[in-house]
Every structure is written in structure tokens, then in C-alpha cells.
């Protein structure tokens, strides 16, 4: 990679770093797993697919280190609060499923430019555009491509919490070697997740809250 592509990233992971810092003088986003400081409270099912998914890393992904569970609850904080508001089975399917705005352009979400459907409306239930999916809300496109079976049930359903958190390991892992406990390659690939500097900071925030928690 060239300077002149490197620097903008630079740039962007020192913002990120800053309002991560901002944060923590204000004390904006301090506490426990319990949610008493804004960190949601994760239900035990759905721990139990972070650490396992975390714990697969090196056999899914031998080139990646450094993911730890409380990165991908930090993940699963900010797209979806943990499946809150949804009932999660002992098999990991949750009920109902969590499906994201859709995504036409209109400024829902977020979203500005239009998705047209990918999937048939196979996932989102949307035929016309699409919309993001599960726990850890993929795109439809997005799963195609790191869909994996968390549960050994020999599915990939982006509305299974096992198969969302193997499949969100998968893709911050990515395709090439990384070290995701150095802050300034994680931000890289959470940046791959969502191209936000204010999503990143409040992924780490509340990763960053999760890991001070007694280890599951």
C-alpha cells in the first residue's frame, strides 16, 4: 500500500482513538457486564456463542489472534443489543428475528445509498431492497460470504446466535494475518464492519467495558 493510501486510515484511527479517549474522561460509557453504565446486559445464551466463536478462531482462522469474546459482544452491543427484545433458544435461534431497516436510500438506519436485494428476500424478507440481518446484522451479501455453522447443526442462519458470532469472528479475521489485540488493526476490520468512526468508537467502548468484566 501506497503513502497516499495509507494516511488516510492513519487519520481515521486517531480520530477513532480520540473520541474512545473523549469518552472515557466523561465518563460516558463506564461499567459492568450488568448493564448498570449503559453496557447491556448479555444474556447467558448468547455469551456462550461470543466465547465459543472466539475460541474457534484459531482453527477457523490460523492467520488471526487477538479476538477476544468481549470484542464481539461489543459488536453485538451496538448492532443489536444482544438480541434484546427477542427470545433466544437453547439451539441459538432467536425468536423473532432481528431485521434492520431497509435499506432504499431514504436515510433509515443511517443508510443513504439504496441496497437492492441480493437474496431473493431469503433472509430479510425483502424483495425489493435489502436489509441487514441477525444479531450481528449482516447484509445478505455479507453473509454469503462469511456464513458459518456455529452450532454444528450443518446451517448457516444469520438468526442464529452461534452462526452470527463464528460468522462476525470470521469476517473482523478476515483474509489475511492479524493481530486484532493491537487497537489500531482491530479498528481496521471493524471499520470492514461498519464504515463509522463513531459505530468503532462504540464498539471498543463497550468491548472495551465487557473485558474489565470477570472472564466467563
Known amino acids: 500500500m501506497t503513502r497516499s493510501l495509507r494516511l488516510p486510515l ?4 486517531l480520530v477513532i482513538l480520540a473520541a474512545i479517549a473523549l469518552r472515557v474522561t466523561d465518563g460516558g460509557e463506564q461499567g459492568t457486564r450488568d448493564g448498570d453504565s449503559g453496557a447491556p446486559a448479555i444474556p447467558p445464551q448468547v455469551m ?5 466463536a472466539a475460541g474457534r478462531v484459531v482453527e477457523m482462522s ?7 469474546w468481549s470484542i464481539l459482544a461489543g459488536v453485538g452491543a451496538v448492532e443489536s443489543g444482544h438480541a434484546r427484545g427477542s427470545t433466544v433458544a437453547a439451539n441459538g ?3 423473532p428475528p432481528v431485521i434492520g431497516p431497509r435499506l432504499d436510500g431514504s436515510g433509515a438506519g443511517g443508510n443513504v445509498t439504496p441496497v437492492v436485494d441480493t437474496d431473493g428476500g431469503a433472509l430479510d424478507g425483502d424483495l425489493e431492497y435489502d436489509r441487514a440481518v441477525g444479531p450481528m446484522q449482516f447484509l445478505p451479501e455479507t453473509w454469503t460470504r462469511w456464513a458459518r455453522d456455529g452450532n454444528g447443526d450443518e446451517r448457516h442462519d444469520p438468526h442464529n446466535i452461534f452462526d452470527a458470532a463464528l460468522g462476525a469472528a470470521a469476517f473482523l ?3 489475511a494475518p492479524a493481530d486484532l ?8 476490520a471493524l471499520t470492514r464492519y461498519n464504515n463509522s468512526a463513531s459505530y468503532v468508537a462504540d464498539v471498543l467502548t463497550y468491548a472495551d467495558t465487557y473485558a474489565t468484566s470477570p472472564a466467563p
Open 173 to 175: 479475521c478476515g483474509d
Open 181 to 188: 489485540a493491537d487497537r489500531p488493526q482491530l479498528i481496521v
Open 93 to 95: 435461534d432467536i425468536t
Open 48 to 52: 456462550t456463542a461470543y466465547v465459543g
Open 10 to 13: 492513519v487519520v481515521a484511527v
Open 62 to 68: 490460523p492467520g488471526c489472534a487477538g479476538l477476544s
